[in-house]
């Protein structure tokens, strides 16, 4: 993957093919999921995002983060079973090679804000 591909002021259109291209570059490399996950944050104008890619043994699962803080891998490797998210998408069958929003995953209400 190239350093520093995405212009300023660039087409939308060429973000997009140029993450394309870094995404399956990724999978052939997944060392390089992070720095991906960092460009599809920034096209999204986003803070913060990540992949994830769940097996049985969370230690062995795909993680790539971006934005988050180093220090909440012990979280993967405790309270991920308590995570209403992970639990709700344990629960349901979820659509293969698509991005799934916490919201599509729980009810959010005002009592949880």
Not at 49 to 69: H, I, K, M, R
Not at 70 to 88: G, I, N
Request: hydrophobic share 45%; charged share 15%; aromatic share 8%.
């Amino acid at each position: 993957m190239a350093k520093n591909k995405r212009v300023p002021n660039s087409n939308p259109e060429q973000v997009v093919l140029s993450l394309v291209d870094d995404i399956y570059s990724a999978a052939l490399d997944p060392s390089l999921w992070q720095s991906v996950m960092k460009r599809i944050v920034e096209a999204a104008g986003g803070a913060s995002g990540q992949l994830v890619s769940p097996t049985e043994n969370v230690l062995a699962s795909l993680w790539a983060p971006y934005g988050f803080d180093p220090s909440v891998m012990p979280y993967a490797q405790y309270y991920h079973a308590l995570d209403v998210w992970t639990l709700a998408a344990d629960a349901m069958t979820l659509p293969t090679c698509r991005a799934v929003t916490g919201e599509q995953l729980i009810e959010f209400s005002d009592s949880m804000l």
